[in-house]
């Protein structure tokens, strides 16, 4: 989510900042065998690392925070919801990296892979699915939701 207008752009971050905006995402993972468990609450402390576009967790006070379901297992394959209660950068991608489901065409986690063009045949597999807030400007009720998908639960 972005802001055109640079008088009320700070509201939106804020927004993020405060943990006012409900945000839930799809994933897909390749799996080897299907997780014992179903759901997980992953809490860690995540910084920059330093000359890298990458993200490390550390020790210290949590700062990250995310919600994580597998909502399939399929042809070695997970299918995930993911909510983040946090907004750190890379949190997502570090979580379920950490839980030992690297997402399918990282190209971050868990190495990071030489830089090149973007394969877009190949997408990293990560997608925001809903966005929901109460607008800090107007006041209304606002919720965004994609129509593409990862994967089809109905299959």
């Known amino acids: ?11 939106y971050g804020q927004l993020f900042a405060d943990g006012r905006i409900e945000k839930s995402y799809e994933a897909v993972a390749e799996l080897t065998v299907c997780p014992q468990r179903s759901d997980w609450t992953v809490e860690n402390r995540l910084i920059e690392e330093q000359h890298s576009v990458r993200m490390r967790v550390v020790p210290g006070t949590v700062n990250a925070r995310s919600q994580i379901k597998l909502v399939e297992f399929k042809d070695n ?9 946090t907004g750190k950068k890379h949190q997502l991608r570090l979580h379920m990296c950490g839980l030992g489901f690297g997402l399918r065409n990282d190209r971050f986690y868990p190495q990071l892979l030489p830089k090149q063009a973007d394969d877009l045949n190949n997408p990293l597999q990560l997608l ?12 209304r009720s606002m919720e965004f939701v ?10």
């Open 146 to 155: 994609s129509e593409r998908k990862l994967y089809d639960q109905d299959q």
């Open 77 to 85: 394959r997970g299918y995930f919801q993911l909510s983040p209660l």
């Open 1 to 11: 989510m972005f802001s055109a207008n640079s008088a009320t752009r700070g509201l």
């Open 128 to 139: 925001a699915r809903r966005l929901k807030f109460i607008d800090p400007v107007s006041a």
